[in-house]
């Protein structure tokens, strides 16, 4: 059983930045690709970003890219999420995931398919206001 714990979020003005941390644990010697995705009032849970286990391949869905960057931690399995001129539609409770390290590698296509992700953090939640 992994178990994931995500740290940061809060309140922020359009324009103005925040950073989300998670770290993953459970696992012995194991370097787990991880994910971040959201979910805005009445709506679905959508991909944010992700990074595999060795840091390599980084994903962006479209909206965030050039705004958020995702990175890998010196402790392996931790990463943080930099989020950088947020836009009020930024709003949501953003979750960060782990993949079974049995599972597939990532790709571009699988990483937004909620079926690769196998354990989630409780989410924190981001108010960006107008």
């Known amino acids: 059983q992994v178990h994931v714990v995500e740290s940061g979020g809060g309140l922020v003005q359009a324009g103005g930045s925040l950073r989300l941390s998670c770290a993953a644990s459970?696992?012995?010697?194991?370097?787990?690709?991880m994910g971040w995705f959201r979910q805005a009032p009445g709506k679905g849970r959508e991909f944010v970003a992700a990074?595999?286990?060795?840091?390599?391949?980084?994903y962006y869905e479209d909206s965030v890219k050039g705004r958020f960057t995702i990175s890998r931690e010196n402790a392996k399995n931790t990463v943080s999420l930099q989020m950088n001129i947020l836009k009020p539609e930024d709003t949501a409770v953003y979750y960060c995931?782990?993949?079974?390290?049995?599972?597939?590698?990532?790709?571009?296509?699988?990483?937004?398919?909620?079926?690769?992700?196998?354990?989630w953090g409780q989410g924190t939640q981001v108010t960006v206001s107008s």
């Open positions: 459970g696992g012995t010697d194991v370097i787990y690709s």
């Open positions: 990074i595999s286990w060795s840091g390599g391949d980084i």
């Open positions: 995931t782990v993949p079974s390290p049995y599972g597939p590698t990532l790709t571009s296509t699988n990483v937004r398919s909620l079926a690769l992700w196998d354990y």
